[in-house]
């Protein structure tokens, strides 16, 4: 995800690269990249899927300096992501320039300016205090970065009652489901703030979805990243076997959660070193089973006498830690000819985050349990290939599964979910291998596009949504076992494997499966022949969907008879030489030592038994009667009934297997059934309903609702939720509109980011009024103006006036507009132009006769004696006023004088201090404490507030401790 990766080769303009000055760096991006980033604009809450690789961090930046304190957009944003290294991706120090491709309705330049992301950890006040105070201010200039870890520390009274205009962006979000994440996420959406997830891995071990309810998936598959040359385009998986029958292995040796047996290792090493002199000594990572044991030591030797560059990281030293940081930043720096590595071996560590960009193949000793393990690993080796890239591996990436599986006796030992994520693991490496998957969802989505010609856009863009996969990665793995199951017992049976008769035999063995998921596979299956046949099955696809979707406007069911009309067409096909097939096939023959037969009976065995909603619904009411709360997706096991989980009973309920119709959830059900709040379940409005439900809030409140007044009473709703939602159109709303659009074309309420334009001749016609009833000018302290809409005040016209605002050109006050324009008497030197160099030059003089520098509320009678005074000077640095720039006076005086801030102290460090108890006892003979008074020579410090910041680990001090209890440690040697 590091932006490096549009660096590699130089591409026609507008094609995708990354290119810097002096000044800034320049982006070019994808059309691809363009799409999603527009699609996010254009939608709510929302999972972006993407492939490791294809610029997420980059997207994601963008994203947020288009929308960020934009009146559509939002005006703070949090980004989460799993690792500091990841974190540090997002912080920029100089200027960066984003430049659009060809075609794409957007702005053709925008610029990402310095520190507009900033780090929480660097607040000087911890991390979790950081993010409250960003939170709890009011629209903010920058977003804010902080870890995943950062994040679960957050507690609920950090987060204010209503989030409405804040955006929380999770990078790396198949986390999300993990407690303490799943638990703020939960609670930022409850209070009407927007969730953008962000992976590549939306696959979990433990089932737990990714996706919320009500989430836009945006998903960019790894198929159509390949095939469209951003990165290699074949991904070679394949799973080596070992061992032999009689050999014990357990499942969590199978799984590479633990060292192979000892009878294992010799072999092991031998034959991963054979692979990778076969496969041409790529450059390759190898993951092993954690723990440094003999496997290791015995793998880096073998590496290192075949030649190789080994760089051991496995282990959990901070020393191998930083020793891995500074080889990969190393590695960045050059070509591959110039590359220092050949092997890395490591453990979890060669995960997420780890960007060698001259890796071409992942080694893994064992099959993982998690498919989100599997994609993370060939994300490593999937980045684009530079120009120079030997070319054996330039346009090929490499995943090898090195399996202990005694010749398929341990699959005996594995549980019913592991057995699935192995078969999970082979079905992922066919589909890739094949591209079958994107050969049919390309010809779904040609023949929407065909279909849908001259549609809007974003109901063409909903449509390709709506044509994903209908179900989850593990039914349609099954179905594909099935499939491929069934086509080997009638080739066993000397029968002609025709589509129709494999597809009754795999839906007479598993009747559990969805009907529509098996014909939907096979048809995929069908598609990807080689040669003519696989061409005329994806053709007609695209014109049956084309057709169909004219006289059927539900895209789904218009998909579903698509499928069906070709299964009809081509039932007597063959598929014996279904490429998809034939890989799974070989993948699942290897980890099971043969017996691929034996393992579908055994998953078709162990299906679940069919759901009724009658017996949910008394499984829900039984568990309200025991504990008083109703069942929730994450309630873990149902009390009483073996094997079965409110985790799963939720994913039935909304894939639709079991029996189930599909659809549903079980928040939905409980709320229709049982009268359950459901809290995530979008509401339907229209705007009477708002208008309804304002009117009702003024009568109770007497004043007009904000997008910042909280909850609704009688509703699970906040007034930030339905001006989000009357903005970007959720909750059945059209979008385009606010809280404030709706006062004013209905109320006629003033709306302060929509005020009609000013003329000079407007103001002083209002003025020279004024003056003629008052016989004075007005000053901005004169409130409403007589004769002018409601809302126009004297103060809000200075502003205006100040700031250029509203289409009047800019004066340094209303007093210099009264002058130039309506004859008034000119103004004193209080509101004169003001430039920074004058303050500065005022600044010194105040320092040289007190001794100290002049804060906001600081008295001068010098200063106050020409009419001005330094409260004034700030409040016209703040506002932009007397032709000065926006700013503070304390900003300014640290920027050019080096004053610091007492409200806004620089991050510490223990040298520093130490450095200055230091001097202290040579001035003075003894050690300072925390009543010593200033630091001296150190204008801001004080040993006091020292103090406070070693206690309260403020400004980047972790320790917790008094300035006594440091300076005893520093000076008995303690580090």
């Known amino acids: 995800m590091d932006q490096s990766d549009f660096a590699l080769d130089p591409p026609p303009e507008g094609q995708g690269s990354r290119r810097a000055s002096t000044t800034a760096t320049v982006f070019f991006l994808f059309a691809y990249q363009a799409w999603i980033i527009s699609r996010l604009r254009r939608c709510g809450d929302a999972l972006v899927e993407a492939p490791t690789g294809a610029g997420k961090t980059l997207m994601i930046r963008t994203h947020v300096a288009l929308d960020l304190g934009q009146p559509n957009g939002f005006d703070r944003v949090v980004i989460a992501s799993p690792q500091e290294q990841i974190e540090r991706s997002f912080l920029h120090d100089r200027e960066t320039i984003i430049r659009w491709p060809d075609g794409v309705a957007v702005q053709p330049v925008l610029s990402i300016p310095a520190r507009l992301f900033r780090a929480a950890r660097h607040d000087g006040c911890g991390t979790r205090v950081a993010i409250r105070r960003y939170l709890a201010g009011g629209g903010r200039g920058h977003a804010l970065v902080c870890t995943h870890a950062a994040l679960t520390a957050v507690r609920a009274s950090d987060l204010p009652a209503d989030l409405a205009g804040c955006a929380l962006i999770v990078d790396e979000a198949h986390h999300v489901p993990a407690e303490g994440l799943s638990r703020v996420a939960r609670l930022w959406k409850e209070r009407g703030g927007q969730l953008i997830f962000v992976t590549a891995t939306p696959y979990r071990a433990d089932n737990l979805p990714v996706s919320l309810p009500g989430m836009v998936h945006v998903r960019r598959s790894l198929a159509a990243h390949m095939s469209e040359g951003f990165a290699p385009s074949t991904l070679a998986g394949e799973i080596v076997a070992l061992g032999h029958p009689g050999q014990r292995v ?219 996969p209908l179900t989850d990665p593990t039914v349609r793995a099954e179905a594909q076992l099935a499939l491929t199951a069934a086509r080997a017992e009638l080739v066993e049976q000397h029968r002609k494997p025709t589509v129709i008769a494999v597809l009754e035999r795999a839906a007479s063995v598993r009747p559990d499966l969805p009907r ?89 065995a162990a299906h679940p038994t069919p759901l009724t909603i009658d017996g949910i619904l008394a499984w829900a009411d039984a568990q309200h009667s025991a504990t008083g709360a109703w069942p929730t997706s994450e309630c873990g096991p149902i009390h009483g009934v073996a094997d079965e989980t409110w985790k799963g009973v939720d994913c039935a309920l909304r894939v639709g297997h079991r029996a189930l119709p599909g659809g549903s959830s079980l928040a939905r059900l409980l709320h229709e059934r049982r009268g359950v709040v459901n809290r995530l379940e979008p509401k339907q409005l229209a705007e009477e309903d708002v208008m309804e439900l304002i009117a009702r809030h003024h009568e109770a409140h007497g004043a007009w609702p904000t997008r910042g007044s909280g909850p609704i009473p009688g509703s699970t709703l906040t007034w930030g939720a339905v001006d989000l939602a009357l903005i970007h159109g959720r909750h059945g709303l059209p979008g385009g509109s606010s809280i404030a659009q709706l006062l004013q074309r209905h109320e006629g309420v003033r709306n302060i980011r929509n005020l009609p334009p000013l003329t000079d001749a407007q103001v002083a016609e209002w003025a020279k009024a004024f003056e003629a009833k008052h016989g004075r000018w007005p000053t901005r302290k004169d409130g409403q103006i007589d004769g002018a809409p409601a809302g126009e005040t004297w103060g809000r016209i200075a502003a205006a006036l100040e700031q250029g605002l509203r289409q009047l050109e800019a ?100 040298a520093t201090i130490w450095e200055w108890a230091v001097a202290h006892q040579r001035r003075t003979g003894r050690f300072p404490t925390r009543t010593s008074g200033p630091v001296h020579g150190v204008p801001g410090e004080s040993w006091g507030a020292l103090d406070g910041a070693l206690k309260h680990r403020c400004r980047g001090l972790a320790r917790g401790e008094t300035l006594r209890q440091f300076l005893d440690r520093m000076v008995g040697g303690g580090a």
């Open 250 to 468: 357990s499942a969590a040796q199978l799984a590479g959660e633990l060292p192979p047996p000892a009878a294992y290792t010799d072999s092991t090493v031998r034959t991963i070193v054979d692979r990778w002199e076969r496969d041409g000594r790529p450059k390759t990572i190898v993951r092993v089973p954690p723990g440094r044991g003999l496997l290791v030591r015995q793998l880096a030797d073998a590496f290192h006498i075949a030649g190789a560059r080994v760089l051991d990281v496995t282990g959990m030293e901070k020393g191998r830690k930083d020793r891995f940081l500074k080889a990969l930043d190393a590695e960045r720096e050059v070509d591959v000819a110039g590359s220092l590595l050949d092997v890395v071996i490591g453990v979890q560590r060669v995960l997420e985050g780890t960007d060698w960009k001259h890796c071409a193949s992942v080694y893994c000793v064992g099959i993982p349990r998690s498919l989100q393990v599997v994609v993370q690993l060939a994300g490593r080796a999937l980045r684009k290939k530079p120009a120079d890239y030997p070319a054996p591996h330039h346009d090929l990436a490499r995943l090898t599964f090195f399996v202990p599986n005694a010749g398929g006796a341990s699959l005996s030992g594995l549980s019913l979910e592991h057995s699935r994520h192995v078969l999970l693991t082979c079905a992922f490496m066919a589909d890739h291998g094949t591209g079958q998957a994107w050969v049919v969802t390309a010809a779904v989505r040609r023949g929407l596009r065909r279909a849908l010609a001259g549609r809007p856009e974003a109901e063409v863009d909903e449509a390709e949504a709506a044509a994903e």
């Open 811 to 910: 004066r340094t006050s209303l007093p210099a507009f009264l002058s130039e324009v309506c004859g008034a008497p000119e103004p004193g030197s209080v509101r004169r132009a003001m430039t920074v160099e004058r303050i500065l030059e005022l600044a010194q003089d105040h320092h040289r006769r007190t001794g100290s520098w002049p804060t906001a509320s600081t008295r001068d009678p010098v200063l106050e004696a020409t009419g001005d005074s330094w409260s004034r000077i700030d409040r016209a640095l703040i506002t932009g006023g007397r032709g000065l720039p926006r700013t503070t006076l304390a900003k300014l005086l640290r920027k050019h004088q080096g004053v610091i801030n007492a409200n806004r102290p620089g991050p510490l460090d223990e």
């Open 516 to 604: 529509e998921v098996l014909v939907q596979v096979a048809v995929e299956a069908l598609a990807s022949q080689p040669g003519d046949a696989g061409k005329q099955v994806t053709d007609r696809l695209e014109r049956g969907i084309a057709t169909r979707l004219r006289v059927d406007p539900q895209v789904r069911e218009a998909m579903k008879s698509a499928f069906s009309q070709i299964l009809a067409e081509f039932r007597e096909a063959t598929l014996a030489r279904a490429a998809g097939l034939d890989a799974l096939g070989h993948q699942v023959h290897q980890v099971t030592g043969g017996h691929m037969a034996e393992f579908a009976r055994r998953l078709a």
